[in-house]
């Protein structure tokens, strides 16, 4: 496989200083909604916070941040592995929503993640690491969204999600950068599914 592939916009510094940027910002106004989601998340599960490890840029391990959605005894799986029932009674609201998604922001701020990206996978999708290593996936950083996410394409289908990310960052230009941003924000995208049984 050629690893010969010119990631030109995510590996820029100025990619960097738009991530951190933006993320302030967004961290910034909308924190009365991140408290409020912490109070409603606490007094469901006294546990709000949500805190797995990930596979970062350079299979690099760092612990990704989100606001709990599912039941505390739910195992470390692909969400597209978890029944729908692990869900907690509010989870599927935020998931839905994407306010799950908002303390990944303090990912973005620490360096270990940015907002565009392939969709960090945990360390047992053995298939996916494995497609991803093929197509040079982990030469760049992980992000919030991204062309897989505003396709629809979760890793459920780890090929097709490898795929659409050599093509995202083989290909992306500032402007792509700020289309996906604008398209998330307008509601396009989704997270990993979850079992409906």
Excluded at 5 to 18: G, V
Excluded at 106 to 119: F, W
């Amino acid at each position: 496989m050629d690893k010969t592939i010119n990631h030109s916009l995510l590996n820029k510094r100025f990619i960097r200083f738009y991530d951190f940027l933006i993320a302030a910002i967004i961290l910034f106004f909308l924190s009365p909604l991140m408290i409020f989601t912490l109070m409603i998340c606490f007094l469901e599960s006294r546990n709000p916070i949500f805190v797995q490890v990930r596979v970062g840029k350079n299979k690099k391990a760092f612990k990704l941040i989100k606001f709990r959605t599912m039941k505390s005894d739910t195992p470390s799986l692909a969400s597209h592995l978890v029944n729908k029932r692990s869900l907690t009674k509010f989870g599927g609201i935020l998931r839905s929503l994407k306010i799950d998604e908002l303390p990944q922001l303090i990912n973005v701020l620490n360096g270990e993640m940015s907002l565009v990206g392939p969709r960090p996978c945990l360390f047992n999708q053995f298939e996916l690491i494995k497609l991803r290593e093929n197509y040079n996936i982990f030469s760049v950083k992980p992000g919030i969204t991204g062309l897989s996410q505003i396709k629809g394409i979760d890793m459920s289908n780890p090929l097709k999600l490898a795929k659409t990310d050599l093509k995202m960052i083989s290909t992306i230009k500032q402007i792509h950068y700020f289309k996906y941003l604008f398209l998330t924000f307008y509601g396009k995208g989704i997270g990993d599914k979850i079992k409906n049984n």
